[in-house]
């Protein structure tokens, strides 16, 4: 009789516990993470930018994340820019932002702010040194889009701790030009899996690094439409807002 008390008290404390949990998450819930996608094009326009859009709008409804989407620069001068954990710049192209958003978007790095750039992030704002800074580099060329082999140099990333050491895809592979210092690189891409490649042995896909007072994170994958529906592909994403979020 003795024991069938014990095991009585030890069930009722299990569900005293797991009744305590629920009610302190339904007091305390974890806080939403507030993102802007930011898509405005004044260059070569991306089809797959609606197909993104929609997958991390998706994306954040299954995170806790709070999406708000904008293909207008204007935006930035708007007072609540602060209250976005992330910035996600989604394959925008060419000089997007005049001078009084260029200094917008800065105080808001400067403040803690995150950065997420996808694909032609990096074909943007060619003009702007502090920009090419935070990228981490500018677009160069590419060659045909072609399956390629990428291989992961730090699995202990959050947007990587998912992918096998090497990954196999299909996509646009870029090559780079004036890339930054200071990189911490993701990701590498086999010149010998694929044609077209003119970096050599170090050829990175995605970096992160802090910058300016804030953070942020690049990947180059995302041109095809495909890639946004791909689990792999949108958890790496997912990774790098997570990191960039203040």
């Known amino acids: 009789m003795k024991n069938k008390s014990n095991l009585f008290r030890l069930a009722l404390l299990v569900i005293v516990i ?7 998450a339904a007091v305390n819930p974890p806080k939403q993470v507030k993102i ?3 898509f405005e094009t004044k260059g070569f326009y991306h089809s797959s930018i609606p197909v993104a859009v929609a997958a991390l709008q ?10 708000d989407t904008t293909s ?76 390629a082999v990428l ?20 996509d646009e592979w870029y090559n780079f030009k004036d890339m930054q210092p200071g990189l911490h690189i993701l990701i590498n891409i086999d010149e010998k899996s694929y044609e077209g490649g003119e970096m050599g042995a170090s050829h990175p896909m995605a970096w992160y690094h802090k910058f300016d007072g804030g953070k942020a994170f690049y990947t180059e994958l995302g041109h095809t439409n495909e ?11 997912l990774g790098g807002i997570q990191y960039a979020a203040k």
């Open 72 to 147: 207008e620069s204007a935006t930035f001068l708007q007072p609540n820019l602060d209250t976005y954990s992330a910035i996600v710049f989604m394959s925008t192209t060419g000089d997007v932002f005049n001078e009084a958003e260029q200094a917008a978007f800065k105080k808001y790095i400067n403040n803690g702010g995150g950065f997420v750039g996808i694909h032609a992030a990096t074909d943007t704002e060619y003009g702007w040194p502090w920009y090419n800074q935070l990228v981490g580099g500018y677009f160069k060329s590419h060659p045909k889009q072609q399956e």
């Open 151 to 170: 291989n992961i140099v730090d699995g202990n990333h959050k947007s990587t701790k998912h992918l096998p050491a090497q990954w196999k895809r299909f």
């Open 36 to 38: 802007l996608v930011f």
């Open 227 to 237: 890639s946004f529906s791909d689990p792999l592909f949108l958890i790496h994403i």
């Open 18 to 24: 797991g009744v305590s949990t629920a009610v302190s």
């Open 58 to 67: 998706k994306l954040g409804q299954s995170n806790n994340m709070l999406v």
